[in-house]
């Protein structure tokens, strides 16, 4: 199985920059997906890294180290709407393909 | 129109009741999946189908059954309902090399 790491929770100012790190042991790595889920809703689709590095997306960055099984998901530009969980997710294709989600990270926004 | 679709959006029912919750979906994938969410442990995966005729178990299938009727549907059941099922349960729906898309969710509660 999979054993993936993410802080609980983090706190930020409006503005400034947050980075959620996250970390993961896979034996058939296949991708690592972030996804944003604001309270009670449903996750939505942020990025995706399968090669190691930087993957921009406009205010969000998602990085990649495969050798290290590390990844980042960089915020720029915080905005009130920002407030969410943010989940780390990796696809093993030693498992089917299916994706095993870390518990998440609560960024809390404040202005 | 939502690509993914959930019914009820809530449910409160008894202990020892049957309950059913439904996904359809107009994304035309083949593989759907049933999690549930819990504060503090992230998404679990129950079930999970990559086409009509195939059914497999996640890592939390005790207590759950499942039932493709279609490629576009779904469902989940509950065959004797108890509280520590009490969670937010989503379907979600990929193809074989992209992201997963989430539905709105089901909150349930046990009494």
Redesign the interface.
Known sequence: ?QNIDQP?EMTATEGAIVQINCTYQTSGFNGL?WYQQHA??????LS?NVLDGLEEKGRFSSFLSRSKGYSYLLLKELQMKDSASY?C?VRDRSN?????????TTVTVRA | DADVTQTPRNRITKTGKRIMLECSQTKGHDRMYWYRQDPGLGLRLIYYSFDVKDINKGEISDGYSVSRQAQAKFSLSLESAIPNQTALYFCATSDTHNEQFFGPGTRLTVL
Request: aromatic share 24%; hydrophobic share 40%; charged share 15%.
């Open positions: 199985g609980t997906f009670g809703e449903a996750p939505t689709f995706y989940l997710a089917d393909y299916k994706l095993s989600f870390g518990a998440g």
